[in-house]
């Protein structure tokens, strides 16, 4: 498979970001509003999720490919395969989100961008699993991919600066 090296490089920046989120959730000092720790536990399930995700994602092509089977095949079954991970985490943050609507103000620049991205994502997975990549489709693949690290990314950063952001009001408080 000739994207093998970008592949599993795309995989090791997914891991990053699971982990790093998972460390980060590990040294945060507890919230005194529910609602923020709420906020907080969905940002770090979506980035956990989309970034396994991810890594599993990126890994699939190779795998496929070691069958011998013919690239366009290949990247046509990973595309689906990403496709039900992808959609399953979308299925998965909703029914999870549910509950606890109206518990706190959406986080709107998040929500932009993450179905901006989602698009992207979904389209370029799309165009490769009905066979409209015309040639490309490890290109749309990994575009596919990379929207994928774009979003997990971006709610990484978010999550973080909750954390700070928490941590440094109950400080003021507490003064």
């Not at 770090?44 to 994602?57: D, E, K, N, Y």
């Not at 490890?138 to 950063?157: D, H, P």
Request: charged share 15%.
């Amino acid at each position: 498979m000739p994207n093998t090296e970008t592949l599993l490089s795309l995989a090791e920046i997914c891991a990053a970001f699971a982990g790093f989120a998972a460390l980060v959730s590990a040294l945060r000092r507890k919230s005194g509003r529910p609602t923020d720790a709420l906020h907080d536990l969905l940002r770090l399930r979506l980035v956990i999720s989309s970034s396994v995700s991810g890594v599993a994602a990126a890994l699939i092509p190779i795998g496929i490919a070691g069958f011998g089977m013919e690239t366009e095949l290949a990247w046509r079954l990973a595309a689906f395969a990403f496709l039900i991970f992808d959609n399953g985490i979308i299925v998965s943050f909703v029914r999870a989100y549910a509950p606890v609507k109206g518990a706190f103000e959406p986080d709107r620049l998040a929500v932009s961008l993450f179905s901006v991205l989602e698009a992207l994502e979904q389209i370029s997975l799309l165009a490769v699993v009905l066979g409209f990549s015309f040639g490309n489709a490890a290109a749309l693949y990994v575009t596919a991919l990379i929207a994928n690290i774009c979003q997990a990314g971006f709610i990484f950063v978010r999550f973080v600066g909750s954390t700070f952001h928490h941590e440094n009001q109950m400080i003021v408080e507490e003064a």
